[in-house]
T-cell receptor
Framework: DAGITQSPRYKITETGRQVTLMCHQTWSHSYMFWYRQDLGHGLRLIYYSAAADITDKGEVPDGYVVSRSKTENFPLTLESATRSQTSVYFC???????????FGPGTRLLVL | DQQVKQNSPSLSVQEGRISILNCDYTNSMFDYFLWYKKYPAEGPTFLISISSIKDKNEDGRFTVFLNKSAKHLSLHIVPSQPGDSAVYFCAARIQKLTFGTGTRLTIIP
């Protein structure tokens, strides 16, 4: 299917475990983004990527790792999950970073 | 340090009336402003935007107003419809987007 997809949609994990959230887009957009949504904070940028092999930190990068070996994929890894990383995570893409961002459906992560 | 603020967490409006959602920002360097709409269990979807060189942009029932001197942005929806019930986020851009905390709009039939 065309568009932007995220997997899994729901994930429960335990403190200290490594978790990887997947994001895939079929538009060949150059830019991709990871946000987290928390009550009282809105959407906060974790990491973004301007192209394959180019990534940069956003507002709240600590505890997260990203990679972008292919234009269409932008996985987000929590190296050692903490309860404070319980959140809803959204991936987004954009043709050139200045245009509208298109969001995936989100991954709801619970860290016990 | 919230650079983009939506001070009303929720708003209820009668169907057919005008909904006005507000957003304030602190950084005068923002050059582009956007509104996103979000339904439960879905990602945000783009609604309307405005460049900092304009003061108004209209798209059907949706109009965004920008008052740069007051650093204030508003979204007007008229007439409001039940399908407009959602969470609305404003966002402002300097290279990257900074989002507000969102306002939950409920349209009462």
């Amino acid at each position: 299917d065309a568009g932007i997809t995220q997997s899994p949609r729901y994930k429960i994990t335990e403190t200290g475990r490594q978790v990887t959230l997947m994001c895939h887009q079929t538009w060949s957009h150059s830019y991709m983004f990871w946000y987290r949504q928390d009550l009282g904070h809105g959407l906060r940028l974790i990491y973004y990527s301007a192209a394959a092999d180019i990534t940069d930190k956003g507002e709240v990068p600590d505890g997260y790792v990203v990679s972008r070996s292919k234009t269409e994929n932008f996985p987000l890894t929590l190296e050692s999950a903490t309860r404070s990383q319980t959140s809803v995570y959204f991936c987004a893409s954009s043709p050139n970073g200045l245009e509208t961002q298109y969001f995936g459906p989100g991954t709801r992560l619970l860290v016990l | 340090d919230q650079q983009v603020k939506q001070n009303s967490p929720s708003l209820s409006v009668q169907e057919g009336r005008i909904s006005i959602l507000n957003c304030d920002y602190t950084n005068s360097m923002f050059d582009y402003f956007l509104w996103y709409k979000k339904y439960p269990a879905e990602g945000p979807t783009f609604l309307i935007s405005i460049s900092s060189i304009k003061d108004k942009n209209e798209d059907g029932r949706f109009t965004v107003f920008l008052n740069k001197s007051a650093k204030h942005l508003s979204l007007h929806i008229v007439p409001s419809q039940p399908g407009d019930s959602a969470v609305y986020f404003c966002a402002a851009r300097i290279q990257k987007l900074t989002f507000g905390t969102g306002t939950r709009l409920t349209i009462i039939p």
